[in-house]
């Protein structure tokens, strides 16, 4: 009667196993195997790290500015008492191709003109007048207004692009089209500029002194951002 319950012949893999060569093959096939795992791992992880770094923009970038300056002048008489006010108007015509206009800078100068030995200088009030052009009107750096009494020249300025300074500033990002972005903004500065001048005369005794010509000097400062690793 034959036996249908016979064991598993492992014969065959005893002799493997015995068999001293064939073991330092596989060692060395097995240590092959985990060396390309801990290659394949750590190359992973540094492309991770990569590709993290991309998408978190951790690119350093210098931002710079090249800067150009439109100049307008007009000048005025304004009688005592009186307040003028003249406007420039501001396009994108007046610059450069890729420039932004970054902030206006108004010089009010006048001299005493009544042509009296000893006359007084008179006194005069400037004003830049908010409106609805697209600038920085609470910016807290602005000098919206001024006067003098001494004939010195009377400073006004006006910051038009949001955050601009002129100065270079560090930035983040994975590529130069990114970390401009801010910097390409239309419409900012484009439109009027109106400045009021208002004049009080000084005048010796028995003299007369009834107005005073007032020059106006508006310069427009435009830039262009340039970012460089």
């Known amino acids: 009667m034959t036996n249908d319950n016979q064991g598993v012949d492992l014969t065959g893999l005893r002799e493997v196993l015995d068999d001293s060569s064939t073991n330092k093959i596989s060692a060395v096939m097995l240590s092959s195997l985990v060396l390309l795992l801990v290659i394949n791992a750590f190359d992973l992880m540094s492309n991770n790290d990569d590709v993290r770094a991309i998408l978190d923009g951790n690119t350093n970038w210098e931002i710079t500015f090249d800067e150009m300056v439109v100049t307008q002048t007009d000048s005025l008489v304004v009688a005592d008492g009186d307040t003028e006010s003249r406007i420039f108007s501001v396009d994108e015509s007046m610059i450069d191709d890729d420039y932004r206009i970054g902030a206006f800078r108004i010089t009010v100068s006048y001299t005493e003109t009544s042509g009296i030995p000893g006359d007084p200088a008179d006194s005069v009030f400037a004003t830049l007048v908010q409106n609805d052009m697209m600038a920085q009107w609470d910016e807290d750096g602005n000098e919206l207004a001024g006067?003098?009494?001494?004939?010195?020249?009377?400073?006004?300025?006006?910051?038009?692009?949001?955050?601009?300074?002129g100065e270079a500033i560090n930035?983040?990002?994975?590529?130069?089209?990114?970390?401009?972005?801010?910097?390409?903004?239309?419409?900012?500065?484009?439109?009027?500029?109106?400045?009021?001048?208002?004049?009080?005369?000084?005048a010796l005794p028995f003299t007369a002194d009834n107005e005073e010509e007032v020059t106006i000097t508006l310069d427009v400062i435009a830039f262009k951002a340039v970012a460089q690793q």
């Open 147 to 165: 006067s003098s009494n001494d004939a010195s020249p009377i400073d006004l300025s006006l910051m038009a692009y949001p955050a601009y300074t």
């Open 171 to 202: 930035a983040t990002g994975y590529n130069e089209i990114q970390v401009l972005d801010a910097w390409v903004m239309d419409g900012y500065g484009i439109g009027d500029v109106e400045i009021e001048i208002s004049v009080e005369t000084q």
